[in-house]
C-alpha cells in the first residue's frame, strides 16, 4: 500500500486539500486519499490546518475571513501546485518557467502580482510555502508561520 502511494504521489502530485485563496474546502478526500491525519490549531489571526500523509505534510493557513492565504508544504514530495495553487497557477507556471532559464539553483522564489512561492530542497526532502500577500492577516509574517 506504502508503495502504492508513494508512486501515486510522484505521477499525481499529492492532491490539495484547499485552494490558496479561496474558501477551505472539505479535507475529507485528501484525508481519505492520501491516508492522512488532520488536525487544526487556532493561532490567534490564523488558523493552521495541518495534513500528514506518509508522502508528505501539507499547513494550509486561513485567514479570519475563511480564506486560505497561505500553504506550507514537506516532504518525500511536494503537493499537486496546479489544484493548490488554483487561479494563481498560471501565473505561478510561467514565472517559475522563466527562472529555471538559467542554473538550477537548490533554493527557488518566484514572485508574481499576487503570489509569492519559495521552493527547497533535494530528492526525497521538498519543502515550499506560497501566500497571496493581500490575503495576509494584519501583524502576520508569513516567512514566520510555523
Same mark, same amino acid.
Given at each position: ?38 488536525a ?17 505534510t501539507?499547513?494550509? +493557513?486561513?485567514?479570519?475571513?475563511? $480564506? ?6 514537506? *516532504?518525500?514530495? %511536494?503537493?499537486? /501546485? =496546479?489544484?493548490?495553487?488554483?487561479? +494563481?497557477?498560471?501565473?505561478?507556471? $510561467? ?6 532559464? *538559467?542554473?538550477? %539553483?537548490?533554493? /527557488? =522564489? ?24 493581500? /490575503? ?10 510555523p
Amino acid at each position: 500500500m506504502r508503495l502504492i502511494l508513494i508512486l501515486a504521489c510522484l505521477f499525481g502530485g499529492v492532491h490539495a486539500a484547499a485552494v490558496l485563496g479561496q474558501n477551505r474546502a472539505s479535507m475529507d478526500t485528501y484525508v481519505r486519499t492520501n491516508n492522512a491525519q488532520r488536525a487544526t490549531t487556532a493561532h490567534g489571526a490564523y488558523t493552521v490546518h495541518t495534513l500528514v500523509s506518509d508522502a508528505c505534510t501539507l499547513k494550509e +493557513y486561513e485567514n479570519p475571513d475563511g $480564506k486560505i492565504f497561505a500553504v506550507r508544504w514537506e *516532504g518525500i514530495t %511536494p503537493p499537486n /501546485l =496546479q489544484n493548490l495553487f488554483g487561479d +494563481y497557477y498560471t501565473a505561478y507556471d $510561467k514565472a517559475h518557467s522563466a527562472a529555471l532559464k *538559467g542554473p538550477h %539553483p537548490r533554493q /527557488l =522564489q518566484i514572485k508574481t502580482d499576487n503570489l509569492i512561492v519559495q521552493h527547497s530542497g533535494h530528492m526525497r526532502h521538498l519543502s515550499g510555502l506560497a501566500y497571496d500577500p493581500a /490575503l495576509v492577516p494584519a501583524g502576520v509574517v508569513a516567512e514566520e508561520l510555523p
